[in-house]
């Protein structure tokens, strides 16, 4: 069976300022609650890939990726996030909790993604008009294509080179992945690619674990 991924849309304008709360995140945390819509059936599901995406009058980007810790539930959001609502806070809508993998920044705007053919033609991205709701599912061919132009667009921002220093790995994941990488898993050999991304430094980083410990 097929498990697909998830492009989460959130709107900017109206809802919540994603890509400035993903800059803001507390030092030491790597989740953030989202509102995943309202439809049942198409909800963020546990422990998939979820690509982050923000809407707005100003454009559409690609900010982040991350994995869906806790599925929706009625829950508030954390007070660190409240800054950044756009929509008075509702303790009892449902939320759902994502671990940040990736924070992209800049962001990787719907122009950039469109440059890839593959992209352009996958439901949700080759869209012109903005699209209505909240969670779409990603097959792994279109994952694999986005995972692809991260890694090329993070490089290309931050001018680092092809090798990317051991110090920036391991943000991905909480586990050994020296020990359980499997190549021939399709999840984990995508993982594996991101994981060799890193960021710019400074104070807008997502931090990387620490080595020699969970």
């Known amino acids: 069976m097929v498990m697909n991924d998830f492009v989460l849309q959130i709107k900017c304008d109206t809802k919540f300022r994603l890509h400035e709360a993903l800059r803001h995140i507390p030092e030491g945390e790597r989740e953030i609650t989202l509102n995943d819509g309202s439809d049942d059936r198409r909800r963020l599901h546990q422990d998939r890939r979820v690509y982050l995406w923000e809407a707005g009058a100003g454009g559409r980007d690609l900010v982040g990726t991350g994995t869906v810790l ?25 939320k759902a909790v994502i671990r940040v993998d990736v924070r992209l920044d800049p962001p990787v705007s719907r ?4 440059k890839d053919p593959q ?7 080759g869209n012109s008009r903005n699209v209505q709701g909240a969670v779409f599912k990603v097959e792994p061919r279109t994952a694999a294509a986005l995972d692809r132009l991260i890694e090329c667009e993070t ?20 586990v050994d992945w ?17 994981r060799a991304i890193a960021f710019r430094s400074g104070p807008t980083a997502v931090p990387a674990r620490p080595t020699g410990g969970v």
């Open 70 to 94: 806790a599925e929706r539930n009625p829950r508030p959001m954390p007070n660190w996030q409240h800054a950044f609502l756009q929509e008075p806070h509702d303790p009892s809508q449902k």
């Open 111 to 114: 122009a950039q993604v469109l």
């Open 119 to 125: 992209l352009a033609a996958a439901p949700f991205f």
């Open 155 to 174: 490089r290309r921002a931050d001018g680092f080179a092809k090798e990317v220093p051991v110090q920036f790995l391991d943000i991905v994941s909480h």
């Open 178 to 194: 020296d020990s359980l990488f499997d190549p021939n898993d399709e999840q984990d050999a995508r993982l594996w690619q991101l």
